[in-house]
């Protein structure tokens, strides 16, 4: 089990920031949900499975799906990474090349997740309310959970529209209006700049670039870290191996499958091993 606070913090129904989490580390349950789920979109598989593993949230206990979709974007990115270091360890190991057209060199890339950079927003708010240039007034909100999952499959199909669509999401009102898709779509680019732009300084975020140096050409180059596409590569399971390691332990320790399946991935394996060992062992007495 994981505690922390989210940097940016969910509004219940009564107007009261929650922040303080507490988490479960992932089990097999999760890893075959993952596998179960690939068809649902990368967002949706985050909703399940922080459902599933955050079991207090502030004063709300169980938290439900419902909570962990309407949690901003680099909240769900924060409690993902909280996930990863309570289930794997801190330490991500990876091999990149340099994008550098005259090198091109195998990098490895070696950071701790405590030190990827987190900004919690001065002033968290339900609603934010800034004055445009032209001196009209606009209320909006910041991106969710649920806008990820709505918009996953539009994104890859027209970025522009889908963004556009997320903009008119999360605007409540532009000068005497509520905007929607067609009206954001007509806005002058620089107003959209101006809107986008304090939305990303009122929102906390969790970095999505690591700084890393070519050691064959002394560089720097940003590595990028898309932290949704990392946790679910990283754990998700395939579901044949999965059943495999829950076979070999249910055969050779008498365990029930809920037993095996509650474990975490790297506590089934230790098993595994030193069950190799000692079979090794008798083997080379025989």
């Given amino acids: 089990m994981a505690d922390g606070e989210l940097p940016g913090g969910y509004f219940d129904a009564a107007g009261r920031l929650q922040r303080d989490f507490d988490l479960a580390v992932l089990t097999g349950r999760e890893e075959e949900l993952l596998t179960r789920t690939r068809h649902a979109g990368p967002a949706a598989q985050i909703t399940e499975v922080l459902s599933r593993c955050v079991r207090r949230l502030g004063d ?9 979709r309407d949690l901003l974007v680099a909240d769900r990115h ?14 991500v190991r990876a091999d990149l090349f340099c994008p550098w057209a005259d090198c091109g060199e195998r990098v490895s890339l070696d950071f701790a997740l405590a ?9 968290p708010g339900r609603v934010h309310r800034m004055t445009l240039s032209d001196r009209r007034p606009v209320e909006f909100r910041l991106p969710t959970g649920a806008d990820q999952e709505l918009l996953a499959g539009r994104l890859a199909e027209n970025e522009a ?10 605007l409540f009102r532009l000068g005497d209006e509520t905007p929607d898709e067609d009206a954001v779509a007509a806005l002058p680019a620089s107003v959209r700049a101006e809107i986008e732009q304090r939305m990303r300084e009122v929102a906390p975020s969790v ?16 590595a990028p870290f898309d932290i949704q596409r990392f946790f679910l590569g990283e ?3 395939d579901g044949a191996l999965l059943y495999q390691e829950v076979h070999y332990l249910a055969y050779h320790y008498h365990w029930a499958e809920s037993e095996i399946m509650e474990m975490t991935r790297d506590k089934r394996r230790t098993y595994i091993d030193v069950l190799a060992d000692a079979i090794g062992a008798l083997n080379d007495g025989a």
Avoid: K
């Fill in 161 to 170: 529209a889908a963004l556009t669509t997320l903009l008119a999401r999360c």
């Fill in 235 to 237: 754990l998700r399971t």
């Fill in 60 to 68: 709300i206990s169980p938290v439900p799906a419902e909570v962990v």
């Fill in 115 to 123: 030190d990827v950079p987190i900004e919690a927003p001065a002033q």
């Fill in 207 to 222: 970095a999505q670039t690591i700084d890393v140096r070519c050691t064959a050409c002394g560089r720097m180059f940003a």
């Fill in 78 to 91: 924060y409690l993902m990474l909280q996930l990863r270091r309570a289930t794997f360890g801190d330490r």
